[in-house]
Structures are given as structure tokens and as C-alpha cells.
């Protein structure tokens, strides 16, 4: 920051020509920089381009938007999203309920920008490996002026890159959020409610047991808003795998937090939280997402499977076995459930259940909790772009929309001018 720089004034500054100004919605200015800052909480401005058209620049301070009316500039919202959920409200506050309408409402421009983000990636790295092609059959590979467009590409990738991250990281966290307060009533919830028959595969939402709905909501919502947003396909199937995992892993530990110290791993609860995981799986299934789920699911579902066998048959059954069949549980986690299953008054685990030796120590020192740092990586996709960013537009709504924009531009402009000074509104071209 230059010596002065926190006193100049934040705002688009007069470029001196309303022309030229909407003419940058279109085509950068060539004739001077610029910052394009994207904004996705106001459905009249959408973004703004600030021409830098002064000795000083300051970006990123926080403070009023660019004093067109003192509004509060609209900081991308997380924490305070966040802070919103049940786990984090004040005491005294009563709480509101998450609604899958709200979901899709504060998570539609984290979508919307991971989706563009991705397209522009995309159509970048493509048109990169254009300019590193035709450079090689040209012989001009050490081309300096080259050599400086792809050093500015990498750059602008990476950029590129870190808000795919981030809007993927936020969205997450928020659905997340969202779930942690809906979970626990697939392990609490009983779906054999009196005179009710349990939903068959490709069943909807509301004929779903009581219990299920909000999770499955979250879900819902959530498949919606990638359709909707047409977020490429790989980066909504590694948004259900975070999900999943989140699911899986927080279920997991609850299950095992709940067999400490009381009657919980029995075989009448099992058979419950059994069929509720069976129809969220059927119901994934039906929206496309069953192998994801299937894939996440896994470790919880084998538990599950564990302590709905029946008393007689477990109790003949040997930790040797036991490990075979339940292979992605640990031997602390296997333990762990044997010796707090409920046999009977006075009656503990068989000698046959004790671990041999060789897994004592795994099962004295491991962890009976699922850790949530193990969550998959982000890949980003590679190519395969489905927009034609350098081809002609012909989408007549584009035009329409860059037109109200344009409107929208010259009603400021023109607010700010001396009433003997205003003019009429520019004339709309054709496309």
C-alpha cells in the first residue's frame, strides 16, 4: 500500500464517458486497468467495473460500498450463515429452523460462482494449451512476449483455482452445518410408525418417514441447486462424496458415543437405524447418487450390519471371524461395539469376542472415532468445458440482461449528475 493510499476514496470512478463504461460489461478497456468485482447477494448489481483511472487504488477495505446510497457492501456471508446454525446460537435466542428453501437461497451464489468459475477455467486452460501447441510447430517456444502470456495465464489459473476451492469449501461447510442438526434422528427415529407401510426405491420426499425428511431435504436441496446452477458434473459428485463422508463419519461417532455407559447396542435399535439407512440409501439411489452413497456410507452401514445380527448367532461367532466380516472397522471400533453389547442382566462379552495378541495393542491405542480430516481431496475437473465462451452469442436473454445492466448503469450515472445535466437513456442496439 502507498504512503497516503488509506485515505483515497473507495468507488468506481467517473471514467468520463458512460459509453465507454458499458462497454466494458462487454470488452475490457484497453486503454487503461481495471478491477471487475463480483457480487452475488443483490439482484440489481451483480458486479461493478472500477476503471483505475487514479495515481492510488485501494481494494479489499472494508466500509461502505461506493457511497451510492451508504448500503453495507455484501461480505461473501459464511460465518454469519454459519452462526445461524442451532449448535452455535446464543442462549436466550430462539432458534430458527434451517428450511431447504433457505438452503438454496444463501448457497445459490457460492454455486453459481463455483459453476462460472469452473466454465472459465476451463475455456482458459484450453485455450493455454492452443497457444503452447501452436508455439511449438511455429518454433517460437522462447518467444519472450510468449513466454510472459503464459507466466500471466498460470497466474490467472491459479486464481481461477483458489475460488473454485474456496466456493466449493464454503458450500460444503454450510450444508454440513445444515446436517449436523438432522442426523441424529436416523439413529433415534423409529420408521415402524402404526399403520404406516415403509416407502418403496424412488419413493418422494414427503412419503419418506418423519424422521428421515430433513435430511433427505438437505440432500434435496442441495441436488437441486447443482442442477439448477449447472455445476459440472464432477464437482457435484465430489459435493454429495463430502457430503456422504460427513454423514458417514459423524453418524459413526454418534453410535459410538451413544454404547458408553448405557443400553444402546441392542438388536430391536439396530433394526431400526437399519431401515432408516436403507431407505436414505433407496432414496439416493432414485436421485442418482446410490454408488456415491453406497461408497461413503460404508464403514456406518457395516456397524450397523454388526449389531443386527442376532444375539444367538453373535454369541457363537469369534473375533477372528468377526474381523473378516466387518473389515472396515478397526479393531478398536470392533471392540468397542462387542463389549458394550446388550447380552442380558449380568451377562458380558463371551471369551471367544477378546482380541488375540497381535491386535491388543491396536485395540487399547486406536481411536474409536471417525476422523473429519480425512475428508477426500478436491479434483479439479480438466477441460471438457460445455460452454462456447469464444464463439459468437446468441442467446437473446444475454442481451436483454447486459441491456438492463447498461439501464441499470446510466440510472446511477445519471443520479449523481445536476438535474440540467441529465440526459435521456442510451439508445439499446441490437444484438
Known amino acids: 500500500m502507498a504512503p497516503g493510499a488509506a485515505d483515497a476514496q473507495i468507488g468506481p470512478a467517473d471514467p468520463g464517458d458512460f459509453d465507454q463504461l458499458t462497454q466494458?460489461?462487454?470488452?475490457?478497456?484497453?486503454?487503461?486497468?481495471?478491477?471487475?468485482?463480483?457480487?452475488?447477494?443483490?439482484?440489481?448489481?451483480?458486479?461493478?467495473?472500477?476503471?483505475?483511472?487514479?495515481?492510488?487504488?485501494?481494494?479489499?477495505?472494508?466500509?461502505n460500498s461506493s457511497g451510492r446510497g451508504g448500503s453495507p457492501a455484501p461480505y461473501e456471508k459464511i460465518k454469519e450463515i454459519g452462526d445461524r446454525q442451532p449448535e452455535n446460537h446464543p442462549e436466550g435466542v430462539?432458534?430458527?429452523?434451517?428450511?431447504?428453501?433457505?438452503?438454496?437461497?444463501?448457497?445459490?451464489?457460492?454455486?453459481?460462482?463455483?459453476?462460472?468459475?469452473?466454465?472459465?477455467?476451463?475455456?482458459?486452460?484450453?485455450?493455454?494449451?492452443?497457444?503452447?501447441?501452436?508455439a511449438d510447430q511455429e518454433g517460437l517456444?522462447?518467444?519472450?512476449?510468449?513466454?510472459?502470456?503464459?507466466?500471466?495465464?498460470?497466474?490467472?489459473?491459479?486464481?481461477?483455482?483458489?475460488?473454485?476451492?474456496?466456493?466449493?469449501?464454503?458450500?460444503?461447510?454450510?450444508?454440513?452445518?445444515?446436517?449436523?442438526?438432522?442426523?441424529?434422528?436416523?439413529?433415534?427415529?423409529?420408521p415402524f410408525t402404526a399403520g404406516a407401510e415403509l416407502p418403496g426405491p424412488g419413493a418422494e420426499l414427503g412419503a419418506m418417514?418423519?424422521?428421515?425428511?430433513?435430511?433427505?431435504?438437505?440432500?434435496?436441496?442441495?441436488?437441486?441447486?447443482?442442477?439448477?446452477?449447472?455445476?459440472?458434473p464432477d464437482l457435484v459428485s465430489q459435493t454429495f462424496g463430502y457430503l456422504f463422508f460427513f454423514s458417514n463419519?459423524?453418524?459413526?461417532?454418534?453410535?459410538?458415543?451413544?454404547?458408553?455407559?448405557?443400553?444402546?447396542?441392542?438388536?430391536?435399535?439396530?433394526?431400526?437405524?437399519?431401515?432408516?439407512?436403507?431407505?436414505?440409501?433407496?432414496w439416493l439411489q432414485g436421485a442418482g447418487l446410490g454408488d456415491i452413497a453406497t461408497e461413503f456410507f460404508r464403514k456406518l452401514s457395516m456397524a450397523v450390519n454388526l449389531l443386527c445380527v442376532p444375539r444367538t448367532s453373535l454369541l457363537k461367532a469369534a473375533?477372528?471371524?468377526?474381523?473378516?466380516?466387518?473389515?472396515?472397522?478397526?479393531?478398536?471400533?470392533?471392540?468397542?461395539?462387542?463389549?458394550?453389547?446388550?447380552?442380558?442382566?449380568?451377562?458380558?462379552?463371551?471369551?471367544?469376542?477378546?482380541?488375540?495378541?497381535?491386535?491388543?495393542?491396536a485395540v487399547d491405542t486406536g481411536d474409536i472415532f471417525e476422523s473429519f480430516s480425512s475428508h477426500p481431496p478436491l479434483i479439479l475437473p480438466l477441460g471438457s468445458s460445455r460452454l462456447r465462451l469464444a464463439g459468437p452469442v446468441t442467446d437473446d436473454a444475454l442481451h436483454r440482461e447486459l441491456r438492463r445492466l447498461r439501464r441499470l448503469l446510466w440510472d446511477l450515472e445519471q443520479q449523481e449528475l445536476p438535474a440540467n445535466h441529465r440526459h435521456g437513456p442510451p439508445v439499446a442496439t441490437p444484438p
Open 24 to 63: 466494458c460489461l462487454i470488452q475490457a478497456p484497453s486503454n487503461r486497468p481495471y478491477f471487475l468485482l463480483l457480487q452475488g447477494y443483490q439482484d440489481a448489481q451483480d458486479f461493478v467495473v472500477y476503471v483505475m483511472t487514479r495515481e492510488q487504488h485501494v481494494f479489499g477495505r472494508g466500509g
Open 94 to 134: 430462539p432458534e430458527v429452523p434451517l428450511t431447504p428453501e433457505s438452503v438454496s437461497v444463501e448457497l445459490r451464489p457460492l454455486m453459481l460462482w463455483m459453476a462460472n468459475t469452473t466454465e472459465l477455467l476451463s475455456f482458459v486452460q484450453e485455450k493455454v494449451l492452443e497457444m503452447e501447441k501452436e
Open 141 to 190: 517456444s522462447s518467444d519472450p512476449q510468449l513466454c510472459n502470456d503464459l507466466e500471466l495465464c498460470d497466474e490467472a489459473m491459479a486464481l481461477l483455482d483458489e475460488v473454485i476451492m474456496c466456493t466449493f469449501q464454503q458450500s460444503v461447510y454450510y450444508l454440513t452445518k445444515t446436517l449436523y442438526s438432522t442426523l441424529p434422528a436416523l439413529l433415534d427415529s423409529n
Open 209 to 232: 418417514p418423519p424422521g428421515l425428511r430433513p435430511t433427505l431435504g438437505v440432500f434435496q436441496a442441495a441436488l437441486e441447486l447443482t442442477s439448477q446452477c449447472e455445476l459440472h
Open 249 to 282: 463419519a459423524s453418524l459413526l461417532n454418534s453410535l459410538m458415543e451413544r454404547g458408553q455407559g448405557r443400553p444402546f447396542y441392542q438388536w430391536s435399535r439396530a433394526v431400526q437405524i437399519r431401515t432408516n439407512l436403507d431407505l436414505v440409501l433407496d
Open 319 to 361: 473375533w477372528s471371524s468377526l474381523r473378516t466380516d466387518h473389515p472396515t472397522l478397526t479393531p478398536a471400533q470392533l471392540h468397542h461395539l462387542l463389549s458394550h453389547y446388550q447380552l442380558g442382566p449380568g451377562r458380558g462379552p463371551p471369551p471367544a469376542w477378546d482380541p488375540p495378541p497381535a491386535e491388543r495393542d
